[in-house]
């Protein structure tokens, strides 16, 4: 079974500058995490998705990140414009369903780097 | 609110030796479940172990068991003949269960481990 895929590994960008991220889950999956993990710090909750609708963005700032799932399956995450805090490790998860009863996977994640 | 605290922020352990990690937790449910993952260097969250709140055994997974206690809120992560690849960060992690809830992940800071050989 592939995993969870994500894209880019690494990226560099500029304060002031925009960036998206890229997320594919397993096939089948209809919950989609996405998980900003500052570093030292544990990963914490961005938005979820159930399937292509929104089940909880309540962390997500929402004055500069946005994130959408075209037709339930891959996701995209975009910050505009990026402030130097947005440093951090990207995770995307995705689950067969909402509920720990179904496990959880993770992408390796991408680590964005804002100067 | 929900929380979870790992207050070891790095632990070393002999290769082959035993080491504990310690982390504790608040809530309010009484139906939940606790994690233990590891995240090497490639960044990916490893499930290690997981905790049924309403199941009274301790789990164990090979060389990995916790000490589940319910009442004091501590889910401790024991790991026994610690190999060189078991170095990485290690998170607690928790997340309520019933019906309609959405199973979102709330993790502690995580604990460096480093195994000496």
């Known amino acids: 079974e592939a995993g969870v895929a994500q894209s880019p590994r690494y990226k560099i960008i500029e304060k002031r500058q925009s960036v998206a991220f890229w997320c594919n889950p397993i096939?089948?999956?209809?919950?989609l995490y996405w998980y900003q993990q500052i570093l030292g710090q544990g990963p914490k909750l961005l938005i979820q998705f159930q399937n292509n609708g929104v089940v909880d963005d309540s962390q997500l700032p929402k004055d500069r990140f946005s994130a959408e799932r075209l037709k339930g399956v891959d996701s995209t995450l975009k910050i505009q414009p990026a402030k130097l805090e947005d440093s951090a490790v990207y995770l995307c998860?995705?689950?067969?369903?909402?509920?720990?009863?179904?496990?959880?996977?993770f992408g390796s994640g991408t680590r964005l780097t804002v100067v | 609110a929900q929380t979870v605290t790992q207050s070891q922020p790095e632990m070393s352990v002999q290769e082959a030796e035993t080491v504990t990690l310690s982390c504790t937790y608040d809530t309010s449910e009484s139906d939940y479940y606790l994690f233990w993952y590891k995240q090497p260097p490639s960044r990916q969250m490893i499930l290690v172990i997981r905790?049924?709140?309403?199941?009274?055994q301790n789990a164990t997974e090979n060389r990995f068991s916790v000490n589940f206690q319910k009442a004091a809120k501590s889910f401790s992560l024991k790991i026994s003949d610690s190999q060189l690849g078991d170095a990485a960060m290690y998170f607690c992690a928790y997340t309520v269960n019933y019906g309609g809830s959405q199973g979102n992940l709330i993790f502690g800071k995580g604990t460096k481990l480093s195994v000496k050989p």
């Open positions: 998860a995705s689950s067969l369903g909402p509920g720990a009863n179904y496990g959880y996977t």
């Open positions: 096939s089948g999956h209809a919950t």
């Open positions: 905790q049924e709140a309403y199941k009274q």
